[in-house]
Structures are given as structure tokens and as C-alpha cells.
């Protein structure tokens, strides 16, 4: 005969134990928005740059790098077009070695008379003859380097590819700055000579 308080008690175990099994699972539950919350976490360690939005951050951002490099090509292209342009009349030095007609230049302090391409400057080819001649930016905004050409007015011998120290009065009295300076006809040269 089966006791009533053994019964009682396997009813009360059973209990416990199916108590107990639900009990378990009980892992924080996931969120609807995770993925996004991911998505932002992720999107905030990613620095910024100085690029605009949204082509250097997309999937497969290339795009954005391709019209990045289109743009640095076409300011290359840009630049380059620009000095294609360059006028030898405004700047010699853009004349090839081989085109280049050449004249007679006196260094009368030097005591020779030598050479120089059209493409050269004064000071460029005193200096090929080891010649320590006087300088300083070699951009034509000093007097460092200025002479005086003998024969007359400088702009019948020469052109300054830049001149920001010379007045037309300067230059009619036959001053140069030398490291700017192209032959455009035979002269002679006194250097170390300012206004
Ligand atoms: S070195 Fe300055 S103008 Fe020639």
C-alpha cells in the first residue's frame, strides 16, 4: 500500500524540480536594436577625416578616391598646362639647350668674354666660369646681384624674367639684376654694379 506522505513528498520533489528547470535561462534578453547600437559603437572608433561624407566612409569607398585622384590629376594637369604656356619672351629659360641662339657676353671685371645661351642667365654662366659673383635670392627681388651692361639701355640686350627692384630709368641707364637676366644680343657686363 502506498503511504499518503510518500506520495506527497515525490509530488512535492517533482514540483521542485520543474521549478527549478525553468528557473534557468535567464541571459539579459537581446534588444530589437542591436545591430544599430553595434553599428554606432563601431562608427564612433572610426576617426574622422577631412574628407567629405559619405564617399571615404561607403563600402567600397574607391569611388570617393577616384574623384579624389581625378581632381589631384586635373590640378596636375592644371599646372602643367600652365607652364606649357609659359612664354619665352617672359621667361627664356624655357628654351631648349638646342634651340637656345647664343651671345657674346664681356665679363670686363672677370676679364673674358664668354658664351652664354639665351636660355642662361648672366649670373648662371659667370658662375659655370667658377666665378664668385654676388648674390642673394636669385629671384630678382634684391639688388644683390645687380651689374651694368655698357652698351645702353638693358632692354636692348637683356630680358628680366622678373624685375621687382629695377625702375625703367635704372634700366635705361643699362642695370640688370644678373641672376634674372637672358642675352638677347651680345653685350658686355660690368658685375657687382647697383644703381
Ligand atoms: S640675387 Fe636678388 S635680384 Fe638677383
Known amino acids: 500500500m502506498v ?8 509530488v512535492t520533489l517533482t514540483l521542485l524540480v520543474v521549478a527549478v528547470h525553468y528557473s534557468k535561462g535567464t541571459e539579459k534578453p537581446i534588444p530589437d536594436d542591436m545591430a544599430q547600437e553595434v553599428t554606432e559603437r563601431r562608427a564612433e572608433m572610426v576617426p574622422e577625416t577631412e574628407f567629405a561624407e559619405p564617399m571615404n566612409r561607403s563600402i567600397g569607398g574607391g569611388g570617393g578616391a ?5 581632381g589631384a590629376e586635373g590640378e596636375a594637369a592644371g599646372e602643367l598646362s600652365e607652364e606649357e604656356e609659359v ?6 629659360s624655357v628654351i631648349p639647350d ?4 647664343v651671345f657674346d657676353v664681356e665679363y670686363v671685371k672677370e676679364g673674358e668674354t664668354v658664351a652664354v645661351r639665351e636660355n642662361q642667365t648672366l649670373l648662371d654662366a659667370g658662375e659655370e666660369n667658377d666665378w664668385d659673383l654676388p648674390y642673394a635670392c636669385r629671384q630678382g627681388q634684391c639688388v644683390s646681384c645687380a651689374g651694368h651692361i655698357t652698351n645702353g639701355s638693358a632692354d636692348d640686350f637683356i630680358i628680366h624674367s622678373n624685375n621687382e627692384m629695377l ?5 635705361d641707364d643699362g642695370y640688370t639684376l644678373t641672376c634674372v637676366a637672358y642675352p ?3 653685350l658686355t657686363l660690368e658685375t657687382g654694379e647697383t644703381p
Open 66 to 70: 577616384v574623384a579624389v585622384g581625378a
Open 87 to 92: 612664354d619665352p619672351s617672359d621667361d627664356p
Open 3 to 10: 503511504e499518503p506522505l510518500a506520495v506527497a513528498l515525490g
Open 184 to 186: 638677347t644680343d651680345d
Open 98 to 101: 638646342d634651340e637656345a641662339d
Open 167 to 171: 625702375g625703367q630709368e635704372e634700366l
